[in-house]
């Protein structure tokens, strides 16, 4: 799971920074617009898979800890 999350959170990255230069230099409103508009899903992308690193990590160590606890 872990290594999963991490490998989009990079692709997602990657496709990020090859589309800002590329909305920047197209002169045509039509690309702009679908370049802007794949960079703005990655982002929500990125976000939320971000989020979801947090709270698998979170519930990870209280599992440690209670398991630290027991054990």
Request: hydrophobic share 55%.
């Amino acid at each position: 799971m872990r290594y999963s999350v991490f490998l989009t959170i990079i692709l997602v990255i990657l496709m990020s920074m090859f589309l800002l230069p590329f909305t920047i230099i197209a002169e045509n409103m039509f690309i702009r617009f679908i370049a802007g508009s794949l960079q703005g899903i990655f982002l929500i992308m990125l976000l939320s898979f971000t989020i979801k690193a947090q709270s698998y990590f979170k519930k990870d160590k209280k599992y440690k800890k209670i398991r630290k606890r027991f054990w």
